[in-house]
Antibody, heavy 123, light 106 residues
């Protein structure tokens, strides 16, 4: 299993950015996928998740309405579209594979993690 | 919103048993997972479904969950276990992480 996060950059407040996660080594289409972030020196914060077949999406209150998660099972890719970025969005962003197809059942866990990609929002 | 509370830090002498608590309202009714994160590295799953251990995780890591508290126990703590530890659970289609506990091995 390999997850390669990319797309992080230094960007000004109010701008947009799209993160990508390239997955390999497993049946990508059969699992829920997530984005988790970690502000420098702080703890883990779940950002968003998407079930298999994209049937359901979930967002943290802090990003709902600004971020959009999506997946392309044909290319084994996970995305996070981030709009209206704010200074407090500065963090390492990790993609992670759930152990279950549908994370909304509450029984899954984060089996595998990417190495993370850094997003810095600053004027 | 649902909160998971962990102590910011725990210290343990090498070879002794470390316990890290994770508290949340009726947490025992939910599933809990635990993750280890060493500095500069991605998190690693230690336990899932309260106390199940992946095959590549040492047996000294164990977990339980009842009432309002889940507990991670590290038996025979080693220097390499010095890291940050996070509990994780679920609430109304959202994922929740505890604030993390820094384990220091003396």
């Amino acid at each position: 299993v390999e997850l390669v996060d990319s797309g992080g950059a230094s960007i000004q407040p109010g701008r947009s950015l799209r993160l990508s996660c390239a997955a390999s080594g497993f049946n990508f289409a059969g699992y829920s996928m997530h984005w988790v972030r970690q502000r420098p020196g702080k703890g883990l914060e779940w950002v968003s998740g998407i079930t298999w077949r994209s049937e359901s999406r979930g967002y943290a209150d802090s990003v709902r309405g600004r971020f959009t998660i999506s997946r392309d099972d044909a290319t084994n890719s996970l995305y996070l579209q981030m709009n209206s970025l704010a200074v407090e969005d500065t963090a390492f962003y990790f993609c992670a594979r759930d152990s279950a197809p549908d994370f909304t059942y509450g029984s899954g866990s984060f089996e595998s993690w990417g190495h993370g990609t850094l997003v810095t929002v600053s004027s | 919103s649902y909160d998971l509370i962990q102590p910011p830090s725990v210290s343990v002498s090498a070879g002794q048993t470390a316990t890290i608590a994770c508290s949340g309202d009726k947490l025992g009714d939910k599933y809990v997972s635990w993750y280890q994160q060493r500095p500069g590295q991605s998190p690693v799953r230690l336990l899932y479904l309260d106390g199940k251990r992946p095959s590549d995780i040492p047996e000294r890591f164990s977990g339980s969950n009842s009432g309002n508290t889940a507990t991670l126990t590290i038996s025979g703590t080693q220097a390499i276990d010095e890291a940050d530890y996070y509990c994780q659970s679920w609430d109304t289609n959202t994922v929740v992480f505890g604030g993390g506990t820094k384990l220091t091995v003396l």
